[in-house]
C-alpha cells in the first residue's frame, strides 16, 4: 500500500475586515439587516440581564460609602481639651444643625409662630420671652400665598414696631401654595425615596445664602413619602439633619397631628420614627375656653428640659407672651360680663325670682346664659363674673324666711342698700 503524497494549500492572505462577525457565517445577513423590532427586543433583554446584574452587587450596609468617612476616636484624647458649648437657635426649643418638629392642630397658628420668631431672629429681637439666634432666614410655605406672607409678616413686623425694608438681604420667603413642594419622592417600583429637583435648588440656595433658620411648612407637603413607613421617614429626617450640619443651621419643620395625637394630647402623626427621629419636639394647642389663648409645650427635648410651657397670646395679627394679667381687651370684656351681670340680677330679683350661687337649677351663671338680655355674654364669662363680683362686694347671698324654712338668695349689694335692706359699711 502506497502512501498519497501530501499537497500543501497556499497561503492566502485576507483582509480582516472582510470576514462576517463572529458567530455569523460568510453568507449570514449582516448584524444591520436583522428586523428593527427583533433588535430592539434584544437589546431589551441585554438591558434588564446588565440591571440584574447590578442588583447583586455588593451593597454598604450604611450611607458611609467611602471607609475614610468613618472616625474613630479615643475618648481619652479629649482629656485636658475645651468642652464646646450646645449650640441653640433658640435656648432650649430649637436646637442648632439639628431637626425640631413643631406640630400644632388646624387654626392654631403654627406658621404664624414660626414666621414671627423667623423675623425676630433676622432682626435681633427678642420675642415671646426668648432671644433667637442672629442671622439669616429661610422660608418655605408650602400653604401659602405671597399675599398670606405678605399680610403675616406685615402684621408681625407692625408688633415688633419694624418694617419689610428692616429685612433687606437677610431673608428668603418661597411661596409654594398650589405647586408641587416635595423634597423627597417615592420611586415607582422600589418604595425607595428620592431627592427632587426642588430640593437641590433648595440646598443650592442655601450653601449660597448661610441662613441660621430653616422653615419648612409643611411636613405633608414637603415629604413626598408615606408618613406610616418608618424607614422613610428616618431617610427624611436624615437627610434634612444632614443639611442642618453641612451648612450650620436649624431646621424648623412645621407638621399636622393626627385625629388620634390630638385626643391624646401628644400631637403626633404616622410612625413613631417621625417623633424619635428628631432631636426635639414641640407641639402648638389652643385653649378650649379663651380662643385667643395657645399654650407651646416641649414634648421630647435631648439637649433641654421636657414638659415645659410657654404661654401665649394672639393679639393683633401676632403672637405676645401671657403673663397672666389681662390685656386691655380682655379687661374691657371683664368688665362688660360684671354690668351684664349686675343687671340682670337686679332684673330677677325685681321680678319676684330667686337664683343662687350654689351648683343647681337655680345657678345664677345657667338661668343668666338663657336670658335674652346677657348680650352674648357666655356662662362662663358670667361665672367668672360672680367671682369677680364677690370679690369687690357687689353681690351677696341673703337669707330669707322663718328659721326653720330659710332659703338663700343672691343679691346686688347696692339695690339692698337703695331699699335700705341692707345697711351701707
Same mark, same amino acid.
Given at each position: 500500500?502506497?502512501?498519497?503524497?501530501?499537497?500543501?494549500?497556499?497561503?492566502?492572505?485576507?483582509?480582516?475586515?472582510?470576514?462576517?462577525?463572529?458567530?455569523?457565517?460568510?453568507?449570514?445577513?449582516?448584524?444591520?439587516?436583522?428586523?428593527?423590532?427583533?433588535?430592539?427586543?434584544?437589546?431589551?433583554?441585554?438591558?434588564?440581564?446588565?440591571?440584574?446584574?447590578?442588583?447583586?452587587?455588593?451593597?454598604?450596609?450604611?450611607?458611609?460609602?467611602?471607609?475614610?468617612?468613618?472616625? @474613630?476616636?479615643?475618648?481619652?484624647?479629649?482629656?485636658?481639651?475645651?468642652?464646646?458649648?450646645?449650640?441653640?437657635?433658640?435656648?432650649?426649643? @430649637?436646637?442648632?444643625?439639628?431637626?425640631?418638629?413643631?406640630?400644632?392642630?388646624?387654626?392654631?397658628?403654627?406658621?404664624?409662630?414660626?414666621?414671627? @420668631?423667623?423675623?425676630?431672629?433676622?432682626?435681633?429681637?427678642?420675642?415671646?420671652?426668648?432671644?433667637?439666634?442672629?442671622?439669616?432666614?429661610?422660608?418655605?410655605?408650602?400653604?401659602?400665598?405671597?399675599?398670606?406672607?405678605?399680610?403675616?409678616?406685615?402684621?408681625?413686623?407692625?408688633?415688633?414696631?419694624?418694617?419689610?425694608?428692616?429685612?433687606?438681604?437677610?431673608?428668603?420667603?418661597?411661596?409654594?401654595?398650589?405647586?408641587?413642594?416635595?423634597?423627597?419622592?417615592?420611586?415607582?417600583?422600589?418604595?425607595?425615596?428620592?431627592?427632587?429637583?426642588?430640593?437641590?435648588?433648595?440646598?443650592?440656595?442655601?450653601?449660597?445664602?448661610?441662613?441660621?433658620?430653616?422653615?419648612?411648612?409643611?411636613?405633608?407637603?414637603?415629604?413626598?413619602?408615606?408618613?406610616?413607613?418608618?424607614?422613610?421617614?428616618?431617610?427624611?429626617?436624615?437627610?434634612?439633619?444632614?443639611?442642618?450640619?453641612?451648612?450650620?443651621?436649624?431646621?424648623?419643620?412645621?407638621?399636622?397631628?393626627?385625629?388620634?395625637?390630638?385626643?391624646?394630647?401628644?400631637?403626633?402623626?404616622?410612625?413613631?420614627?417621625?417623633?424619635?427621629?428628631?432631636?426635639?419636639?414641640?407641639?402648638?394647642?389652643?385653649?378650649?375656653?379663651?380662643?385667643?389663648?395657645?399654650?407651646?409645650?416641649?414634648?421630647?427635648?435631648?439637649?433641654?428640659?421636657?414638659?415645659?410651657?410657654?404661654?401665649?397670646?394672639?393679639?393683633?395679627?401676632?403672637?405676645?407672651?401671657?403673663?397672666?394679667?389681662?390685656?386691655?381687651?380682655?379687661?374691657?370684656?371683664?368688665?362688660?360680663?360684671?354690668?351684664?351681670?349686675?343687671?340682670?340680677?337686679?332684673?330677677?330679683?325685681?321680678?319676684?325670682?330667686?337664683?343662687?350661687?350654689?351648683?343647681?337649677?337655680?345657678?345664677?351663671?345657667?338661668?343668666?346664659?338663657?336670658?335674652?338680655?346677657?348680650?352674648?355674654?357666655?356662662?362662663?364669662?358670667?361665672?367668672?363674673?360672680?367671682?369677680?363680683?364677690?370679690?369687690?362686694?357687689?353681690?351677696?347671698?341673703?337669707?330669707?324666711?322663718?328659721?326653720?324654712?330659710?332659703?338663700?338668695?343672691?343679691?346686688?349689694?347696692?339695690?339692698?342698700?337703695?331699699?335700705?335692706?341692707?345697711?351701707?359699711?
Amino acid at each position: 500500500m502506497t502512501a498519497k503524497p501530501l499537497t500543501a494549500t497556499p497561503f492566502v492572505y485576507t483582509d480582516p475586515t472582510t470576514l462576517p462577525p463572529i458567530g455569523m457565517t460568510a453568507d449570514a445577513p449582516a448584524f444591520e439587516e436583522f428586523d428593527p423590532k427583533i433588535l430592539g427586543w434584544v437589546m431589551q433583554g441585554i438591558a434588564v440581564r446588565e440591571a440584574i446584574e447590578a442588583s447583586r452587587a455588593p451593597i454598604a450596609s450604611n450611607d458611609n460609602q467611602q471607609p475614610d468617612a468613618i472616625k @474613630i476616636i479615643d475618648p481619652s484624647d479629649w482629656e485636658g481639651q475645651p468642652i464646646p458649648e450646645r449650640q441653640w437657635y433658640l435656648e432650649g426649643l @430649637i436646637p442648632n444643625r439639628q431637626v425640631t418638629l413643631l406640630s400644632g392642630d388646624g387654626g392654631t397658628g403654627k406658621s404664624l409662630l414660626a414666621y414671627q @420668631i423667623g423675623l425676630a431672629g433676622v432682626l435681633g429681637l427678642e420675642t415671646l420671652g426668648f432671644q433667637p439666634a442672629e442671622g439669616r432666614v429661610v422660608y418655605l410655605a408650602a400653604e401659602d400665598d405671597e399675599g398670606e406672607l405678605k399680610r403675616r409678616g406685615h402684621d408681625i413686623l407692625t408688633a415688633m414696631k419694624r418694617t419689610f425694608a428692616d429685612l433687606r438681604g437677610r431673608m428668603r420667603v418661597i411661596p409654594m401654595a398650589g405647586k408641587d413642594a416635595e423634597l423627597v419622592t417615592e420611586k415607582r417600583r422600589s418604595r425607595e425615596l428620592e431627592l427632587t429637583a426642588l430640593a437641590q435648588r433648595i440646598t443650592d440656595l442655601l450653601t449660597e445664602f448661610r441662613p441660621k433658620l430653616l422653615i419648612l411648612d409643611t411636613a405633608a407637603d414637603v415629604f413626598g413619602g408615606d408618613e406610616i413607613n418608618r424607614k422613610q421617614v428616618r431617610f427624611f429626617v436624615s437627610m434634612l439633619r444632614r443639611l442642618a450640619m453641612d451648612c450650620d443651621l436649624a431646621v424648623l419643620l412645621l407638621s399636622h397631628p393626627s385625629v388620634q395625637g390630638m385626643q391624646s394630647g401628644t400631637g403626633l402623626s404616622g410612625s413613631t420614627a417621625w417623633n424619635n427621629s428628631v432631636r426635639s419636639r414641640l407641639y402648638f394647642t389652643s385653649d378650649k375656653t379663651d380662643e385667643d389663648l395657645r399654650l407651646l409645650k416641649n414634648m421630647k427635648a435631648n439637649y433641654g428640659r421636657k414638659g415645659a410651657e410657654t404661654k401665649l397670646r394672639w393679639h393683633e395679627g401676632a403672637f405676645i407672651l401671657d403673663d397672666g394679667k389681662p390685656t386691655a381687651h380682655a379687661a374691657l370684656l371683664a368688665n362688660h360680663a360684671d354690668q351684664v351681670f349686675l343687671r340682670m340680677l337686679s332684673s330677677i330679683n325685681a321680678s319676684g325670682r330667686r337664683v343662687s350661687s350654689s351648683r343647681s337649677t337655680a345657678f345664677a351663671p345657667t338661668v343668666m346664659a338663657a336670658m335674652p338680655e346677657r348680650e352674648g355674654t357666655t356662662k362662663k364669662a358670667l361665672e367668672e363674673a360672680m367671682a369677680r363680683l364677690f370679690t369687690e362686694n357687689k353681690i351677696a347671698v341673703i337669707k330669707e324666711g322663718p328659721p326653720s324654712r330659710q332659703r338663700e338668695r343672691l343679691v346686688v349689694v347696692e339695690d339692698e342698700i337703695r331699699q335700705k335692706r341692707m345697711a351701707s359699711e
